[in-house]
């Protein structure tokens, strides 16, 4: 198959093993030597090319987008790579915070698409669509002359293929239960699998964890001797103009992102450019925070939010965010979330704020059943429960459920997120 176009190399992409679109899978059969054959093959376009890697169960794409922010701010050329995508997987791309070029991307893929046919046969090193968009991303980075990577971990760490970079910082920004059936149906486990990106001598940062989880980073950074160090975020605030938050040394930072729990993700990028710089920040390039945008993470589009909680403890913040900005107001949630969720954890802790709830598929094979999804609700004491298979139809739904004064909120999933934000935001019109 030629890769000419934009779409024909959507085509090429969606022929690939894509795990992020299953949830029963074998995680212990994954490993680096699929994106590291792919690597090879391309001339190793990681070697040399100094990386942020950034883990953790939340917050690790907040946190590489606020170190792409404050790297530029520093006149550095950054290369960012994240994951899933809301709408594109052009997304996942980004040179100095901008969609890599269609014609960029398409050329990069064509060019390694013989290395990936060469490796399709080999059963140990054939590439996924995972490994794929991890190797394009570096291909793209080095050619474009990026000076350094901001690289979000996938899922988990250790045998994650963004593994592969050349990291010169590490962060695992919080540590959850998820994704049990892979990682691990203990803090200590998860906290274990996470921590597999530190390596000798590079310096290795996390934010507050339950001592059980930093008990297992702590081991692991032993065991590869590399220096950890925790960093917090002090006098936390926040209201309808985003975050106020002080760093340990008393520098004052502010952004219109929302929720308090957003300021250790914000004061962790500071902390990793500054190790990866080797010099503080200046107040100019601190600044560069207030500009900041954060797609489904707490995005106000018009009159509804949008965030992208898919754990427990995420939805906790959600719930506490939305009680701190608009005390007494109740919620109709257009609701998606994934089969290997805690889905019954996660609607406990949106009950106390909702009025309605209508439960829908994000995504045919990932996504709960809505009518399972909906029994859920109802046991987590949600009176006002409905489920509509399609997207669209519950955002509807949910809208004609509000009373006045309510709220409507998308959440539980990245991909109800990248279903529906576009239509959020064509209805809510120019800004």
């Known amino acids: 198959m030629s890769i000419e176009t934009l779409r024909e190399a959507e085509r090429y992409l969606d022929g690939l093993i894509n ?27 990681e070697r040399g090319f100094p990386c942020l890697l950034i883990a953790g169960s939340k917050g690790k794409g907040t946190t590489t987008l606020a170190a792409e922010q404050l790297l530029r701010a520093a006149g550095r050329r950054v290369g960012t790579f994240t994951k899933p995508h809301l709408e594109s997987w052009r997304e996942r791309f980004r040179i100095d915070g901008e969609l890599v070029p269609e014609a960029d991307l398409v050329r990069a893929l064509a060019d390694l698409q013989p290395a990936i046919e060469a490796l399709r046969g080999d059963t140990e090193r054939c590439p996924s669509f995972f490994d794929v968009t991890v190797a394009l991303a570096l291909l793209l980075f080095r050619r474009a002359g990026a000076d350094v990577g901001a690289i979000e971990v996938g899922l988990g760490g250790r045998l994650d293929s963004t593994n592969a970079v050349d990291a010169r910082v590490t962060v695992v920004t919080a540590i959850q239960l998820e994704h049990t059936d892979k990682l691990g149906d203990t803090l200590e486990a998860i906290g274990r699998e996470k921590a597999g ?94 500009a900041l945008r954060l797609p489904a993470r707490l995005e106000r589009i018009g009159e509804a939010l949008v965030d992208d909680a898919h754990t427990p403890d995420s939805a906790r913040a959600l719930r506490e965010t939305l009680e701190r900005l608009w005390p007494g107001t109740r919620f109709a949630f257009v609701l998606s979330i994934s089969r290997d969720k805690d889905a019954a954890g996660l609607l406990a802790e949106l009950a106390p704020v909702t009025r309605a709830c209508v439960a829908t598929a994000a995504e045919p094979t990932r996504s709960l059943d809505p009518e399972e999804l909906a029994t859920l609700a109802w046991a987590a004491g949600i009176e006002k429960v409905e489920s509509e298979p399609d997207p669209l139809q519950a955002l509807a739904r949910a809208r004609s459920l509000l009373l006045p004064g309510d709220r409507l909120c998308v959440t539980g999933s990245i991909f109800l997120a990248g279903r529906l934000r576009r239509h959020l935001v064509a209805a809510a019109g120019p800004v």
């Open 197 to 290: 990106i530190f390596r000798k001598g590079v310096p290795a940062l996390h934010g507050p964890l339950h001592p059980e989880a930093w008990g297992a980073i702590a081991a692991q950074a032993i065991a590869a001797d590399a220096p950890l160090d925790e960093v917090t975020a002090h006098e936390a605030r926040c209201d309808h103009d985003g975050i106020r938050f002080r760093l340990a040394d008393g520098r004052a930072l502010q952004s219109p992102v929302l929720g308090v729990h957003q300021a250790t993700n914000l004061a962790l990028a500071v902390r990793a450019v500054e190790v990866w710089l080797g010099r503080q920040l200046s107040a100019r390039e601190l600044e560069s925070l207030g």
């Open 19 to 45: 795990r992020e679109q299953k949830t029963q899978y074998d995680y212990e059969r994954l490993g680096l030597g699929p994106i590291r054959a792919l690597l090879a093959a391309a001339g190793h376009p």
